[in-house]
């Protein structure tokens, strides 16, 4: 759910929101409010180029306005505050733009967090108008709410034009450091004067965005002028208007308020797409103004569906890569309704960069025809072109050079080799424009996406009486990018509501982008699989091998092939699984799943954007921001995590989980595993199995259920044992301390001075190096000094000390009992002829401090406790004392126990 500005005058601003409350419905908007979480168009820079300044101390405007970047035009300075009386209609375009949002009044702007500019000039002083124009190319986006309005004077062939024409070139040349400003202007308010935005050569530029007017309902403006150059269509409302923005304040403004109520035409139509354009650019801001211009045509809606309100039927051109067609089209609305939340979608996904520099053309002349143009005939004359293939047009431009004593009676028109038809001029004036010869330049957008192959027919038809004229020439330019063998199939909500469900391509690296759909998708990459996109079917031919694909706002699954698939789920709670080849898998934002069977699998996430999961059958380490990895199948792999607080859990193999860094959850299978949680405080589950856990810190948790294998934590710290672990082993060489249970426990010290206590339970306990100290507990252990001067003390039970060495140190035991207990030495650690298996003989033990005879081996010294050991009986070796008793046992040979 989005959040909503509170501005007191947003809810009267339909053409941000249009929700009816009493309805619970929603109609028609710009479709933007969805974008704003993300997106306010922040650090975009927005001019408003006008006949009259921008009030630009308003408070609605102020916060957003740079007064460091605005020009006057008209005084050649730094200052285009609007003079007194001058038209408020430059503050309300930048209200419609960039109104600032949360500042308690007013409304909001489409980019309620852009910056906005002021460039203002005179229409009554051509001059001034250059100078602003010039300035184009000093922003990342232009508005443009005014233009010509009368057929044909607005000529860029015109020398007293040629500066307004190179500074338009000049902007998408230079403009954003050669990306190209982004041009937006109204298409015009004429409609009813039988206008058309390709006889004005600022509406009909291939650099500029064209933009029509519409109503509440997404018919045309009774008063938005048409033609084949439009682009897309925003929200003008009718007379009185209904577009709710900024005004000039106080008495010079429209009212007595500081806001416009009633404000409408393509002049509030514009601002509107220059918004969006705006919040496009903040979404990704490597686009090229060619970029821009091709998602508007791709993302659009298209409204007035039985063109109810248009002049024009909607065609659908000859592309193929739009929901499994061609793009919609009319002259009335060019690819018709700006869908920000779509337009946005594409920005963010957008793989190319199309600027001027890198544009490709066809271009094809006539040289002299001199064709009659038939007078009051239907059929016309017509001339054709052959294009070579190579080219994925954009824009169609035709040089026009035609005699004829009188405009109003001429209808002209272009035929791409797919059929669709460009209407370039239509009976200018209502059929009453008295001017002579069209000599112009004339453009069209409808052919976005055809292939330039194919003939391409010009049609000139004289509809009225008495005047007779001569087709002299023609130029065709075609614009775009070149046709290669790589292809992209963009699907949006409009999908299944025409179109191919069948998607076939046998060459290049191809990709589908469904980032505009804001349902749950399911993309199956195999070919002869079937998808569903926008709840309809989609089935990959057989042959047919797609290699990347985007996802949209839904919980998405994208199912990758043998090639190797680049996969971007975009928003929601996507599963990605790039299937047999080494893939790259790109989450998004939401809690996403990653199912990886290759080593050669890079999962790629940034930083907040959920809480993700890999799912992987191989040996994988988490890379950043990933969260969680689950080890999948029957194979002993390994796990490793992150910086981040990972959750890892092995499968049925015998896996190595490692956390890393982070508090970390790792989790046991049913295999002899080995977890690490590493650095942090990390929580450790068992599974079945002889489990190994690795523990590190005091806020480490370890913990097994009962009767799952024989389990041993390696501590390198202190560590007492949990319930049902079985064993531990102290690491490093910290003085640190072990702790059993009540369990059997293997205790094992490390090279430092330990204290290992076993607790209740038949423990083993192990010193190592180190002065160690021993504590049996409860239960009959074993207990094994080592290296060092130990103390052991066995505690309650059947206790055996034992000793591997004659030179390990001089262990102290100090509650030895000769009834229950038994010391135990090792023939290979001490020699002197001992037989492994039994007690020592009798002959082999002495209570005194000498030995007498050749055969006395062990010499206990009742005063003092010592216990010796003497290798040969006859002092050619001395002596060692390895443990000190207590005084006064009765200790016998029945006491010490020889092992191997």
Do not use: C
């Amino acid at each position: 759910m989005p959040t909503f500005p509170s501005d007191p005058l947003f809810q009267y601003q339909w053409h941000l929101y249009n929700y009816d409350w009493f309805t619970g419905t929603r109609g028609l908007d710009l479709n933007v409010v969805d974008v704003w979480d993300d997106y306010t168009g922040r650090g975009v820079t927005v001019g408003v180029f006008e006949g009259g300044g921008v009030e630009y101390n308003h408070p609605d405007l102020a916060p957003n306005y740079n007064t460091a970047i605005d020009y006057d035009g008209v005084t050649n300075g730094d200052n285009p505050y609007p003079l007194a009386g001058e038209s408020g209609h430059a503050t309300s375009v930048a209200g419609v733009i960039g109104a600032a949002a949360g500042n308690g009044i007013g409304g909001v702007g489409v980019a309620y967090g852009s910056t906005l500019g002021s460039f203002r000039f005179s229409y009554n002083n051509f001059d001034s108008t250059i100078r602003a124009l010039q300035r184009l190319r000093n922003v990342d986006v232009a508005n443009n709410s005014w233009g010509s309005t009368v057929g044909f004077a607005a000529d860029f062939l015109n020398p007293l034009l040629a500066p307004v024409a190179q500074a338009i070139r000049d902007a998408v040349q230079f403009g954003r450091n050669g990306l190209g400003t982004a041009i937006v202007w109204s298409a015009g308010n004429s409609r009813e004067e039988g206008l058309n935005t390709n006889y004005s050569n600022y509406s009909n530029s291939r650099h500029v965005i064209s933009v029509a007017a519409l109503e509440y309902d997404g018919t045309a403006s009774f008063y938005s002028t048409p033609g084949a150059s439009i682009l897309v269509s925003a929200f003008g409302s009718g007379v009185p208007g209904s577009i709710v923005t900024t005004d000039r304040r106080g008495l010079e403004g429209s009212d007595y308020g500081d806001y416009n109520y009633e404000f409408n035409g393509t002049s509030a139509a514009a601002p509107e797409v220059s918004g969006v354009v705006a919040l496009m650019l903040e979404a990704n801001r490597n686009l090229g103004y060619r970029d821009i211009q091709e998602i508007l045509a791709y993302s659009a809606r298209q409204n007035d569906f039985y063109n109810v309100g248009g002049n024009y039927i909607w065609q659908i051109n000859g592309a193929n890569n739009l929901n499994g067609g061609g793009l919609h089209v009319s002259h009335d609305y060019g690819f018709g309704l700006v869908d920000a939340l779509a337009a946005v979608r594409l920005a963010e996904t957008w793989q190319k960069q199309s600027r001027l520099d890198n544009e490709q053309s066809l271009s094809y002349t006539s040289g002299n025809l001199g064709l009659t143009v038939p007078d009051n005939d239907e059929a016309g004359i017509s001339h054709t072109f052959t294009v070579a293939a190579g080219l994925e047009i954009d824009w169609v431009e035709v040089e026009l050079n035609l005699t004829h004593p009188y405009r109003g009676d001429i209808v002209v028109y272009l035929t791409s080799p797919s059929g669709v038809q460009s209407v370039l001029v239509h009976q200018p004036g209502n059929k009453e424009d008295e001017g002579d010869n069209i000599v112009f330049k004339l453009s069209s957008t409808q052919h976005w996406g055809e292939s330039s192959a194919g003939n391409w027919t010009l049609t000139i038809q004289d509809l009225g009486p008495s005047d007779i004229g001569i087709f002299n020439s023609w130029k065709l330019n075609l614009y775009g990018d070149a046709d290669t063998i790589n292809d992209t199939y963009f699907y949006t909500n409009e999908y299944g509501f025409y179109g191919s469900t069948t998607l076939t391509d046998s060459s290049g690296t191809d990709t589908i982008n469904a980032a505009a759909i804001t349902a749950d998708s399911y993309l199956n990459l195999n070919p002869g699989s079937t998808s569903i996109l926008n709840g309809t079917v989609l089935t990959i031919s057989t042959g047919t091998t797609i290699e990347n694909a985007f996802g949209g706002d839904g919980n998405d699954t994208i199912i990758g092939n043998s090639a190797a698939n680049v996969l971007h789920g975009g928003r929601g709670n996507d599963t990605l699984d790039g299937g047999v080849g080494n893939d790259t898998l790109k989450g998004g934002r939401g809690n996403d799943t990653y199912i990886v069977d290759s080593t050669g699998d890079i999962v790629t996430e940034n930083a907040n954007e959920g809480t993700d999961t890999v799912q992987s059958s191989v040996t994988y380490t988490l890379s950043a921001n990933v969260e969680n990895l689950t080890l999948t199948g029957t194979s002993a792999i390994n796990g490793t995590g992150n910086s981040l607080n990972n959750t890892i859990a092995g499968n049925s193999g015998n896996n190595t989980l490692n956390g890393d860094a982070g508090n970390d959850f790792l989790i046991a299978g049913t295999g002899n595993d080995t977890l690490n949680g590493g650095t942090g405080n990390d929580t450790m589950l068992g599974g079945g199995g002889n489990d190994t856990y690795i523990v590190d810190s005091t806020g480490d948790y370890v913990s097994e259920n009962a009767n799952q294998g024989t389990d041993t934590v390696q501590s390198s710290i202190s560590y007492t044992l949990g319930n049902s672990l079985e064993n531990l082993t102290l690491t490093g060489t910290s003085a640190i301390n072990g702790t059993g249970n009540r369990l059997n426990n293997t205790i094992t010290g490390n090279s430092g001075n330990n204290t290992l206590n076993g607790e209740d339970g038949d423990d083993t306990l192990s010193g190592g190096a180190g002065v160690d100290t021993l504590l049996g507990g409860n239960g009959n252990d074993i207990l094994v000094g080592g290296t060092g001067n130990d103390t052991l003390t066995g505690g309650v039970g059947r206790d055996r000390f034992t000793f591997n060495s004659r030179s390990e140190g001089n262990d102290r035991i100090n509650d030895f009992s000769v009834v229950d207990d038994t010391i135990v030495v090792s023939t290979a650690g001490f020699g002197g002829g001992l037989v492994a298996g039994s007690a020592i003989a009798s002959s082999q033990f002495l209570l005194g401090s000498a030995a007498t005879t050749a055969s006395h081996r062990f010499l206990y010294d009742r005063n003092n406790g010592a216990l010796f050991f003497d290798q040969d009986g006859t002092g050619a070796i001395a002596k060692v004392q390895f443990a000190t008793l207590n005084t006064g046992l009765s200790l016998t040979n029945a006491d010490i126990l020889v092992v191997a």
